[in-house]
């Protein structure tokens, strides 16, 4: 009897295990001092996948940088193009996906829920963002976002890469203002 439930008990934890996971999208990729971080820079912006018109790569590029710059600074960081001490970098990617999660779309839950019976809806292509924030001192990432299926490409507008950009960045933490009258462990 007690070989059956522990057989039983393992194939129980084990299917609970295998239902558990770390958050999908995840932000901080490793630990890091924060409080050691000032200045920032942009690096760039990354555009693949399908091809996007020049004036798309344009207005992504423009924006990105643009958007990240100001809610770093906002943040309490400052933009130095000359020993910063991490960077950002921006990634756009223009894929064919299926049918979208409505939980990673930019459009409210019930907007996408709407639309999702839509056959044309079915197989779109869709863009797919990822910001990445890099100490430079080291070039390990720290941060990272990824916010797959954003919007439909047909749907790129300058407002819609805004607010993506955006939440891409919600989460990251401000700047942590030093006490001078504090001493130095170093």
């Known amino acids: 009897m007690k070989p059956a439930f522990f057989l039983c008990s393992l194939l129980v934890i084990n299917l609970l ?71 950002a970098v921006v990634k756009w990617k223009k894929s064919v996906s299926s049918r979208v999660n409505p939980f990673d779309h930019i459009d409210p839950y019930n907007e996408v829920m709407a639309r999702r019976d839509d056959p044309s809806q079915m197989f779109a292509p869709r863009l797919h963002l990822t910001l990445e924030i890099y100490e430079t001192s080291t070039g390990n990432m720290f941060w990272r976002k990824d916010l797959p299926n954003i919007f439909e490409a047909i749907q790129l507008t300058e407002q819609r890469v805004a607010d993506s950009l955006r939440r891409s960045i919600e989460n990251f933490p401000q700047h942590i203002e030093k006490d001078p009258n504090l001493p130095n462990i170093e």
């Open 17 to 87: 295990t295998g239902c558990m996971s770390t958050p999908k999208y995840s932000e901080f990729t490793k630990t890091i001092n924060f409080s050691s971080l000032d200045t920032f820079s942009y690096k760039h912006t990354l555009v693949t996948g399908m091809d996007f018109r020049k004036s798309e790569e344009y207005l992504l590029e423009d924006l990105s940088q643009q958007t990240i710059v100001a809610e770093l600074a906002a943040r309490g960081f400052v933009e130095s193009d000359a020993d910063a001490d991490f960077f």
